[in-house]
């Protein structure tokens, strides 16, 4: 399993149901490097139709280490990252207009129901989809001692990323009565399909995310290694809080660079996903 607690298998969803499409308007106009991974796609070998396989392959090969913290070699993720990049919803059979979406939706204060698909869990890693309707959310979350690969296949999100502030003893205090951390933002800003896939490790390149759908979404989601409760990897949420909250931290600024912080805290809720059955290419073991 993922970040979320599975509520609901996707053959017990409820009666209504609404359709996933993609629009053209939704779409960015080819650039020349979109225009040469489309070539890569369509030039494949037939062994290379089924890309999940090819996507287990690689992942299998990268995390054969296993281990908390390990952060795959600079070659390894180049190379993870061109099989992600090569992606698109068709691999996975999610085409239009087969990807469906949960009709339940949430009240004013709560958002629609995210739907996960596993493909694949190991204790070494794990590959799975989310399906986010719009206005659907993946709240602020932190990865212990792993490295993730992001891809969004499909869609248009918002998405914010933060790293832990290190050696900054001024702020102890704070953090000590009431219960905050700082946090750097790394990345805050929307993304569109396609686009390349995001990596982040264990203490930087954006370890803690959130992500809000601002259209129908689908985001493939690659941890290694993967959650787990009895080796100390546990999935922690957070709400985020500017500094101007806190009267006696407001000498945190924005740097020149444009560096912003965050103060975070943590919140004891689960994330609530419904379970979507994966119905694309078998994976060979």
């Not at 999100?157 to 003893?169: E, G, I, P, R």
């Not at 493939?220 to 993967?226: E, F, H, M, S």
Request: aromatic share 10%; glycine share 6%.
């Amino acid at each position: 399993m993922n970040i979320g607690r599975i509520l609901l298998t996707k053959k017990s969803l409820l009666t209504g149901r609404t359709y996933f499409y993609l629009s053209k308007k939704m779409m960015k106009k080819k650039t020349k490097k979109e225009s040469e991974r489309r070539k890569l796609i369509r030039k494949r070998s037939p062994k290379e139709k089924n890309m999940v396989q090819k996507l287990y392959d690689t992942c299998k090969e990268v995390f054969a280490n296993g281990k908390a913290g390990y952060v795959p070699p600079p070659s390894d993720i180049h190379r993870l990252k061109l099989v992600l990049d090569s992606l698109e919803p068709e691999d996975i059979k999610l085409t239009v207009p087969s990807l469906e979406f949960s009709s339940r939706s949430g009240t004013e204060d709560e958002a629609p129901l995210v739907t996960y698909i596993k493909l694949h869990e190991c204790n070494k890693f794990s590959i799975g989809i989310f399906c986010l309707p719009p206005c659907g959310v993946i709240p602020l979350h932190n990865h212990p001692g792993m490295t993730v690969f992001c891809k969004l296949l499909a869609g248009t999100m918002h998405a914010t990323s933060y790293d832990w502030v290190q050696n900054h003893q001024q702020f102890n205090h704070c953090e000590q009565q009431s219960g905050i951390r700082l946090a750097k933002v790394h990345f805050d800003a929307d993304i569109t399909a396609p686009c390349d896939a995001s990596v982040l490790f264990p203490k930087s390149g954006g370890n803690l995310h959130c992500f809000k759908a601002l259209t129908p979404c689908i985001l493939l989601d690659v941890l290694g290694p993967p959650y787990s409760e009895s080796e100390g990897r546990h999935c922690t949420y957070y709400q985020d809080f500017t500094y101007d909250c806190f009267s006696d931290v407001k000498e945190v600024k924005v740097e020149e660079d444009g560096t912003r912080y965050a103060w975070l805290e943590e919140k004891n809720e689960q994330f609530v996903v419904l379970g979507g059955t994966y119905e694309g290419p078998t994976i060979q073991i």
